[in-house]
C-alpha cells in the first residue's frame, strides 16, 4: 500500500498539471514532498543576466503615449508597492502585474531612474523570496493558494505582500498583516499622511515628514499589535521606502524633494501618474534614508509578549552592519525557505543568489554560497 505521502504528492502533481499552481507561485518554504509535485510540472527558465545601468539618466517624459494609464482589468494583479503597481498600470512592466527579474529593473530604471545596484539588490531580494526561480517570474501582488490534499496542500504562493520580507509592518499607506489586509490601499493610513504633510511639510511630503511619519508609524504598530516585528530585512525597506516617495513621484523638472498630496494619492491610490510626469533627473535610490532614520532612532527589534513590548533584537542587522543584513538575508531568510534544494532548483536559486551579490556592489561585503558555489 503506497504511504500517506506519497499519495498525497501524486495528487498534488495531478493538481499542478491542471494549472493549480500558478507559474509565477513562489516555491519558497514548501514542502519537500510539495516540491516534489509541483517543480516537475514547471517550465524551466534560464534566468537572464541583470540589466546594467541606463545610458541616459537624465529627466525624461515617462507618462508618454507610449506608457499611458489604463484602468486594471480583471484578473490583473496589484499589490504593496505603489511604486511598481504604476509602472504596470502605464505598461513599464506588464500589465497583468506578472514580470521578470530583468523587466522589474528595466522598469524601475526606465521609469524611475532607480539607480542600478539599487535596483538589482531589492527586486532580487524580493524575487528569491516572493517569486518563481525556476519559471522566472513574480507577481508584484498578493498571495494565491493551490488546492491539493492535506498533507501536504494545500498551500499558499506568494507574492509580494508575502509578510516581514519585502511586505512588512507600519507601512505609510497599508495596514499591518496582524490586522488582515496588509496590501490594499488604506484611507485612513493616507489621512494621516496628509496629515503630517500639513503639520511637518507645509502641505507637502517631504524628509522631514518622512522622519516624522516614520516614527509615528513604528509607534502605532508597538501599541497595537501584538506582532510586531521590526528586524533586518524590514527595519531597512521601511526606512528607504519612506524615502522612495520623495525621490521617485516627484516630477524630475523641479527636484525639490516636495511631494504633493494630489500627486500622492496619485501613486498610493489610483497608481497613476500625473499627466505630463517626468522621471527623477539623474539616478536615485533611498537618498535621504540617513535624515529619516536619525530623525527618531530606534534598534531592530518588535513586541515579544502582546503590545507595548517593544524589545531590540541584538541578532538583526542595522544600518551600521550592512554586511549582516546580506549574510543573514542568504544564511537564514532564503536558507530556511529552502533547506535542502536538488536539482534545477538548487541551480536557479545559485544563480539568482549570484545576481543578488552585483547588488550588494561595493560595500566589502564576502560573498555566501548557502548551496556551494556549483
Not at 18 to 27: Q, T
Not at 292 to 307: E, K, Q, R, S, Y
Request: charged residues 15%.
Amino acid at each position: 500500500m503506497l504511504s500517506r505521502a506519497l499519495i498525497s504528492a501524486a495528487l498534488v502533481l495531478n493538481a499542478c498539471t491542471v494549472g493549480a499552481f500558478p507559474a509565477y507561485g513562489s516555491l519558497a518554504g514548501l514542502t519537500r514532498e510539495q516540491l516534489d509535485a509541483v517543480v516537475p510540472t514547471l517550465n524551466y527558465q534560464t534566468p537572464q543576466n541583470p540589466p546594467g545601468p541606463l545610458k541616459d539618466t537624465s529627466a525624461k517624459l515617462v507618462n508618454d503615449a507610449a506608457h499611458p494609464w489604463k484602468q486594471q482589468a480583471p484578473g490583473d494583479i496589484r499589490g504593496p508597492c505603489p511604486g511598481l503597481n504604476t509602472l504596470a498600470s502605464h505598461g513599464w512592466l506588464p500589465r497583468n502585474g506578472i514580470a521578470t527579474p530583468t523587466q522589474i529593473i528595466d522598469a524601475v530604471q526606465e521609469g524611475f531612474n532607480m539607480e542600478n545596484t539599487i535596483a538589482i539588490l531589492v527586486t532580487y531580494a524580493a524575487f528569491l523570496v516572493d517569486g518563481n526561480v525556476i519559471t522566472n517570474l513574480l507577481s508584484i501582488g498578493g498571495k494565491t493558494s493551490f488546492t491539493g490534499p492535506n498533507p501536504p496542500a494545500p498551500a499558499i504562493v506568494g507574492g509580494l505582500d508575502t509578510h516581514a520580507v519585502f511586505e512588512g509592518d507600519a507601512s505609510m499607506t497599508r495596514g499591518d498583516f496582524f490586522f488582515g489586509d496588509n496590501h490594499d490601499f488604506n484611507e485612513t493610513l493616507f489621512d494621516q499622511f496628509v496629515d503630517f504633510s500639513n503639520r511637518f511639510g507645509a502641505g507637502n511630503y517631504n524628509l522631514t515628514v518622512a522622519g516624522e511619519l516614520r516614527a509615528q508609524r513604528i509607534q502605532q504598530s508597538i501599541a497595537t499589535n501584538p506582532t510586531f516585528s521590526f528586524v533586518s530585512p524590514r527595519f531597512f525597506t521601511a526606512f528607504a521606502e519612506s524615502t522612495f516617495p520623495i525621490n521617485f513621484f516627484v516630477d524630475g523638472r523641479r527636484n525639490d524633494g516636495q511631494l504633493d498630496m494630489t500627486t500622492a494619492r496619485g501613486f498610493f491610490q489610483n497608481s497613476r501618474m500625473p499627466d505630463g510626469f517626468f522621471r527623477h533627473n539623474g539616478t536615485v535610490g533611498a537618498d535621504g534614508i540617513d535624515q529619516v532614520f536619525l530623525a527618531h532612532p530606534i534598534a531592530p527589534g518588535g513586541n515579544v509578549n502582546g503590545v507595548n513590548t517593544y524589545t531590540p533584537d541584538p541578532t538583526s542587522a542595522d544600518f551600521n552592519t550592512f554586511c549582516l543584513l546580506y549574510t543573514n538575508f542568504v544564511n537564514q531568510t532564503i536558507k530556511g525557505l529552502y533547506p535542502n534544494p536538488t536539482g534545477v532548483l538548487r541551480q536557479a536559486l545559485n544563480i539568482n543568489l549570484n545576481f543578488l551579490f552585483q547588488g550588494v556592489g561595493d560595500s566589502g561585503c564576502t560573498q555566501v554560497f548557502p548551496y556551494g558555489k556549483n
